[in-house]
Nanobody, 122 residues
Framework: VQLQASGGGLVQAGGSLRLSCVAS????????MGWYRQAPGQQRELVAT???????NYEDSVKGRFTISRDGAENTVNMQMNSLEPEDTAVYYC?????????????????WGRGTLVTVSS
């Protein structure tokens, strides 16, 4: 299973970016997908998640500015980021909890994509 993220870049404060991540490979289903970020010198933190049923969860600082969505048919998660602030500058990582086959059973495994850099200039 692989997660491929795209959409990072450089934007001025107040601008917008859209991140996308697609899951590929052999799996049964995707339980949840989301985005985490890690700023220089900081720990990785949750930004937003969305379950297969469409329930969402956001980190407080991005509520009202970021919107996460899923395209189940395309195994894709998107995150629209508006009103970006310099504090949003970080490497953003796609994450997914995916059910896969393991030997004679099924297990849920956590997968990470390679990060995509978002830089917001003041």
């Amino acid at each position: 299973v692989q997660l491929q993220a795209s959409g990072g870049g450089l934007v001025q404060a107040g601008g917008s970016l859209r991140l996308s991540c697609v899951a590929s490979g052999s799996f049964i289903n995707i339980n949840s997908m989301g985005w985490y970020r890690q700023a220089p010198g900081q720990q990785r933190e949750l930004v937003a998640t969305i379950t297969s049923g469409g329930s969402t969860n956001y980190e407080d600082s991005v509520k009202g500015r970021f919107t996460i969505s899923r395209d189940g048919a395309e195994n894709t998660v998107n995150m629209q980021m508006n009103s970006l602030e310099p504090e949003d500058t970080a490497v953003y990582y796609c994450n997914a909890l995916i059910r896969v086959r393991s030997s004679s059973s099924y297990v849920n495994r956590n997968y990470w994509g390679r990060g995509t850099l978002v830089t917001v200039s003041s």
